[in-house]
């Protein structure tokens, strides 16, 4: 999209508004709707009037997005953002708490990879062979990542005796 630069007093319609943010006018209605961004007044012709203000709560909420922060969190920190009331030290404490949430991520992850790893390991069927859902159900690790260790899991299926 390209960017555009408007003045102060110019308002604009959802199609500039969101050209100026780089995101589609899908992403301003859903934000809208979301609460993330306050609804624009309308226009006597019912069009949405948007102006500088509502471009730089945009384009910090899309920047809080960027650095992983959910909307969720970035709807807690906006209304004391608007009032002048959050700081350096709640910057400070939002990104320290966003670090330490991708930490305990990659930690999971780790486990996670080492878990697709043993799995992985354990294969003894022939790659031939088609694999059942019983032979292939493996037991919560714990990880909490969702992964599963396949312990002896993947294996040829035993012959049943007659």
Do not use: W
Request: glycine share 8%; aromatic share 6%; proline share 4%.
């Amino acid at each position: 999209m390209v960017k555009n630069d408007f003045s102060l007093e110019q308002a604009m319609n959802i199609s500039q508004f969101a050209g100026a943010c780089e995101v589609s006018t899908d992403t301003v209605r859903y934000y809208e709707k979301q609460g993330i961004i306050q609804p624009a007044p309308r226009q006597g012709n019912g069009y949405r009037k948007y102006g500088d203000a509502d471009i730089q709560t945009l384009r910090f909420v899309r920047g809080a997005q960027a650095l992983g922060f959910s909307l969720a969190e970035i709807q807690a920190i906006l209304p004391r953002l608007a009032e002048g009331k959050f700081g350096r030290a709640d910057i400070e404490q939002q990104l320290s708490n966003k670090m330490a949430q991708i930490d305990a991520h990659m930690r999971q992850l780790k486990i996670l990879k080492k878990e697709l790893r043993a799995t992985f390991a354990l294969l003894t069927c022939k790659p031939e062979l088609p694999v059942t859902t019983t032979q292939s159900t493996a037991t919560d690790s714990g990880s909490g990542a969702g992964a599963a260790v396949a312990k002896k899991a993947f294996k040829k299926p035993v012959a049943k005796k007659r």
